[in-house]
């Protein structure tokens, strides 16, 4: 007799999409940014990123042989969290901080909670917070891209500039931090790349457009409150907009909009859970950064909220006939 139904863990989607299949999306989608961080970095981003993903898979290929777990490989997570984690490097990274990061992902985020769909929080930015954490000199050492002044040297990134002093908001090319001519990590500076990636992402029906439009908003929406808020940034000549423009270009946001905020197996599942999770992002990442002590605040936001998950799942629809 035929089976009839497959009980397995989440993500579970309605459909005939499969597991491989949706994460084949999700790599397909990161190809914009990958050849970005490669244009921008060149071999320093393709050494961190072949790394991280090598070190990923592999550490989960060993955990799966030494547990005697079924070897899921073929689902393409593994590769999917080794390329991101890559994404978050920066240019100066010693070689061992991905190789670590691709073993907190297999080992301490991901089969700890029982692989793939019982993890409560994004296991790449477990990996990324252990590593910001631990070795915060290796973390920040930021190169300039390529065709800049600082290109290939350590160097401040804009969010950090503007952690220093608030005047470094009216000093940002806000065209040049869009297309990815700053420091940063080698596969967030393209915020365009981001971008394009994500609207596959949307084309495909591989996330739904709750949780990226509830980030921006909420960044949108909390840059414009900080603006009024803050009596220092009217001297920075930077107008309310624009402080908006630059959040959204700079640093992680628009890859936890599409890439890390939605994920499906951390993200909640009804429609307004959606929106409340990437409101609270939004709004979360620019308190942060313009508060806070951690100039990447989005990564923190994300892991806070995903957090909240369970609870934002209880706000669904009533059951039809049910008082």
Avoid at 161 to 171: N, T
Avoid at 232 to 243: C, E, H, V
Wanted: charged content about 10%.
């Amino acid at each position: 007799m035929s089976q009839l139904l497959t009980v397995s863990a989440s993500p579970h989607i309605l459909g005939k999409r499969t597991v491989t299949s949706l994460y084949k999306d999700w790599l397909i989608a990161l190809i914009p940014a990958l050849l970005a961080a490669i244009y921008y970095f060149g071999s320093a981003a393709v050494i961190n990123i072949a790394i991280a993903v090598i070190s990923t898979v592999g550490f989960e290929f060993l955990i799966c042989r030494i547990f005697n777990l079924p070897n899921r490989l073929n689902d393409l997570h593994a590769a999917l969290m080794g390329l991101l984690l890559g994404l978050l490097m920066p240019a100066g990274a010693p070689f061992w901080v991905p190789l670590i990061g691709g073993l907190i992902i297999s080992g301490l985020a991901k089969a700890m909670f029982g692989g793939l769909g019982g993890y409560p929080m994004n296991p790449v930015l477990i990996a990324w917070a252990c590593l910001a954490l631990s070795w915060p000199e290796h973390m920040n050492n930021f190169f300039g891209a390529a065709g800049t002044e600082a290109a290939m040297k350590t160097t401040q990134t804009p969010l950090m500039l503007v952690a220093a002093d608030l005047k470094a908001y009216g000093a940002t090319d806000l065209w040049a931090l869009w297309c990815g001519y700053v420091p940063g990590a080698v596969g967030t500076t393209s915020t365009w790349a981001i971008l394009l990636g994500g609207l596959y992402l949307l084309i495909r029906k591989v996330i739904s457009w709750h949780i990226p439009v509830a980030v921006l908003a909420g960044a949108i929406v909390m840059s414009l409150l900080a603006s009024v808020a803050d009596a220092k940034l009217a001297q920075t000549g930077l107008g309310a907009f624009n402080l908006a423009w630059f959040h959204l270009g700079a640093g992680g946001l628009m890859i936890s909009a599409f890439f890390f905020a939605p994920e499906h197996v951390s993200s909640p599942m009804t429609n307004g859970g959606m929106l409340v999770y990437g409101l609270g992002i939004g709004v979360l990442a620019v308190i942060i950064r313009h508060w806070g002590a951690n100039v990447e605040g989005v990564y923190y936001a994300v892991l806070f909220m995903s957090c909240c998950t369970p609870l934002l799942d209880r706000i669904r629809p009533k059951v039809l006939g049910k008082v």
